[in-house]
């Protein structure tokens, strides 16, 4: 809508390009959350660019592939105003509820953690950063950053601790929350906190990991 009554270009990484062109259906869930499925948009284009500038010439923004909630995730970084927009790479607390794999998700907690650790790299120097999140609002951003990283290595460790007692996937939900998220129960465990552990589980405790 906004490219063809508006005139708008639209950008998205190369990783998500064809699906969006194409246009795609979801689980009846996400149907019931968001709406129809995915319309074909044709018009939209390929971010092949590492920085963008604004009409004005005023902010100038760094562009960073940041996977793990989805595989063509991008952050955008304003350097001078230490501005950081993180879509929900970022969340306050990861008590989250993941989606189980399929072609349309791509949650990978081994591959949020590694982002999150490269933005922490990239924004070392920048000692007023400001984290703009999608749906939870504004953060101290090396604050939250902190908070992210040592909550995931947390959850890491102690999802696999669990497991070599020998506890099923959903006690060690019980475990570590109390119970299932009510979303969990209502999508059959398809978007659930059972994903998160699973996805907790597939990533190897190592000492290059921790």
């Known amino acids: 809508m906004l490219s063809e009554e508006l005139g708008l270009p639209i950008y998205i990484h190369k990783k998500g390009i064809d699906k969006v062109r194409k246009g ?3 689980p009846d869930y996400r149907v019931f ?8 948009a044709p018009a939209v284009r390929p971010l092949d660019v590492g920085s963008l500038t604004t009409k004005s010439g005023k902010y100038t923004f760094d562009l960073q592939l940041l996977p793990g ?5 991008i952050v955008l970084i304003e350097p001078s105003q230490q501005w950081c927009f993180v879509t929900d790479t970022i969340v ?4 989250m509820i993941f989606g189980e794999p399929s072609e349309d998700i791509h949650e990978d907690m081994r591959q949020i953690h590694a982002s999150l650790r490269q933005l922490q790299h990239h924004s070392a120097g920048m000692d007023r950063l400001t984290i703009f999140t999608a749906g939870f609002g504004m953060f101290p951003g090396h604050e939250i950053l902190a908070k992210n990283i040592s909550d995931i290595e ?4 102690k999802v696999h601790e669990l497991k070599a007692k020998g ?3 959903r006690t060690i939900v019980d475990e570590l929350f109390g119970e299932e998220h009510p979303i969990g129960l209502m999508t059959n ?5 059972l ?8 990533w190897p405790i190592t000492e290059k990991d921790k």
Do not use: I, K, M
């Open 154 to 157: 947390g959850l890491h460790e």
């Open 167 to 169: 506890l099923q996937d």
């Open 69 to 73: 909630h989805c595989d063509s995730l």
């Open 92 to 95: 306050p607390t990861y008590q």
């Open 189 to 193: 465990y398809a978007l659930s906190r």
């Open 24 to 26: 795609f259906s979801y």
């Open 195 to 202: 994903n998160l552990v699973r996805s907790l589980l597939r």
């Open 33 to 40: 959350a968001w709406g129809a499925p995915f319309e074909p």
